[in-house]
Nanobody
Framework: QVQLVESGGGAVQPGGSLRLSCAASGSARSIKNMGWYRQAPGKQRELVAW???????NYVDSVKGRFTISRDNAKNTVYLQMNSLKAEDTAVYFC????????WGQGTQVTVSS
């Protein structure tokens, strides 16, 4: 069973940057076809960035050009580099597979506020 642990969140001002990490237990196969999801207060969880096993990536329009998802197979870790952060990016961020496993990690809180 794959366990996913998110880290790297924090509080930043608008325009700031953060780099989130998602460490997966097990082998590099644990991070095949992975996504970063987020859930803002009062809203449903949404997929914002994803990376397939072949390395191709996709993003929702709201983060395109600002967020970059990447993967380090040697470290079994998936990253989300977030630049030019906006208040509307405030949410708890989770990583999970595509499609997501039923068990979610605790996520990491990102707060963008002046």
């Amino acid at each position: 069973q794959v366990q996913l642990v998110e880290s790297g969140g924090g509080a930043v001002q608008p325009g700031g940057s953060l780099r989130l990490s998602c460490a997966a237990s097990g082998s590099a196969r644990s991070i095949k076809n992975m996504g970063w999801y987020r859930q803002a207060p009062g809203k449903q969880r949404e997929l914002v960035a994803w990376i397939f096993n072949d390395g191709s990536t996709n993003y929702v329009d709201s983060v395109k050009g600002r967020f970059t998802i990447s993967r380090d197979n040697a470290k079994n870790t998936v990253y989300l580099q977030m630049n030019s952060l906006k208040a509307e990016d405030t949410a708890v961020y989770f990583c999970n597979k595509l499609p997501p496993l039923p068990d979610w990690g605790q996520g990491t809180q990102v707060t963008v506020s002046s």
